[in-house]
């Protein structure tokens, strides 16, 4: 039985933090012997926020760095370039011409954009047309979201059937896959950890910038003999990500027995921390200093998706009679 489809990209506008691990990255390299994985450096989607081509270059690099070091492996994964597909962008054009801006309107992340900037870029309010075009063009059987993103799967699978209604039975349509059993990590302020706020702990950081976010969490004043409330616990939250059952029994007990002070509980998890990712922190570094060794899995992959790419879109372009 041939695997399903998965696709999936993330943009370069951050340093990866653990949050992306235990969110999205982990599943990636958990499902990838499970399906016929394309993982892409959403690259065009990243140029909404990411203005200078230096911090792009580097931003794209490590991302695929990281892709590689979290155990994606390139035997059983397509890892390719947004920007390397030109076929993407003419595929949002010609979608474009089929919604309209009251449909885009009500998307999520225009909304949210909308609610914290007075100018809000055509490349962002069209974000989901072109997120549509990524999916489509491989027909992607699913699409792994959170919860926060389901409606771009959905606006995808309207835009598949508008342009089917329209022209001819052309897109599959995709679904969400939403890992459930993922909590949401916290960030050292106890908000979700996200690129956006920066209270993250790095995942690929140095040991200096793990321990200064992990010795920055947020805590209540409680002394170490008071009772605590294990999963109300910033510390607890992340520890038990990282931990072993047992370890983390030992560390819940500490919490609401009594006993354990932050301070202590606070090392406890960096040195988890530190443990849990060394091996794909090793990875990491040796993939950095080969940037060549990089560039040609992404030309691989590239050379692998043009050809369906290609083949999607002259089939695009013969039914909307733009060729014969």
């Known amino acids: 039985m041939e695997k399903k489809?998965?696709?999936?990209?993330?943009?370069?506008?951050?340093?990866?933090h653990i949050g992306n691990y235990f969110g999205a990255l982990k599943q990636f390299s958990d499902l990838q012997k499970e399906y016929k994985v394309q993982i892409f450096l959403a690259d065009y989607h990243g140029l909404t926020s990411v203005h200078n081509r230096e911090e792009m270059q580097k931003?794209?690099?490590?991302l695929v760095c990281a892709y590689l070091a979290i155990g994606l492996d390139?035997?059983?994964?397509?890892?390719?370039?947004?920007?390397a597909l030109p076929e993407h962008t003419e595929l949002a054009w010609i979608f474009n011409c089929?919604?309209?801006?009251?449909?885009?309107e009500r998307a999520h992340a225009f909304k949210d954009a909308q609610a914290k900037k007075s100018e809000i870029s055509v490349g962002t309010f069209d974000y989901p047309v072109l997120m549509a075009a990524d999916i489509l063009m491989y027909d992607a059987d699913v699409v792994p979201v959170g919860k926060d993103q389901i409606q771009h799967v959905e606006m995808a699978r309207e835009?598949?059937?508008?342009?089917?209604?329209?022209?001819g039975e052309t897109f599959k349509r995709p679904k969400e896959l939403v890992v459930k059993d993922v909590e949401t990590v916290p960030g050292i302020d106890g908000q979700k950890m996200s690129k956006s706020y920066g209270k993250v702990i790095p995942l690929f950081g140095t040991d200096e910038e793990i321990k200064k976010a992990v010795m920055s969490i947020v805590t209540d004043s409680k002394a170490p003999e008071e009772k605590k409330v294990a999963e109300e616990n910033n510390i607890y939250k992340i520890y038990k990500l990282v931990a072993t059952t047992e370890e983390r029994e030992v560390m819940r007990a500490g919490f609401e027995n009594g006993g354990l002070g932050y301070g202590e509980a606070?090392?406890?998890?960096?040195?988890?921390?530190?443990?849990?990712?060394a091996p794909m922190r090793k990875v990491y570094d040796k993939l950095q200093a080969n940037p060549k060794k990089v560039y040609n899995i992404l030309a691989k992959g590239e050379k692998k998706v043009r050809k369906i790419a290609e083949k999607k879109m002259m089939t695009v372009r013969k039914l909307t009679g733009l060729r014969n």
């Open 98 to 104: 089929l919604v309209s801006v009251p449909w885009l």
């Open 59 to 62: 931003l794209s690099f490590d």
């Open 266 to 277: 606070k090392k406890m998890l960096l040195e988890k921390i530190y443990a849990y990712f």
């Open 159 to 167: 835009i598949a059937d508008k342009f089917n209604n329209t022209f």
């Open 5 to 16: 489809i998965l696709v999936s990209g993330a943009k370069p506008t951050g340093r990866l």
């Open 74 to 83: 390139p035997k059983n994964v397509t890892l390719y370039r947004q920007s």
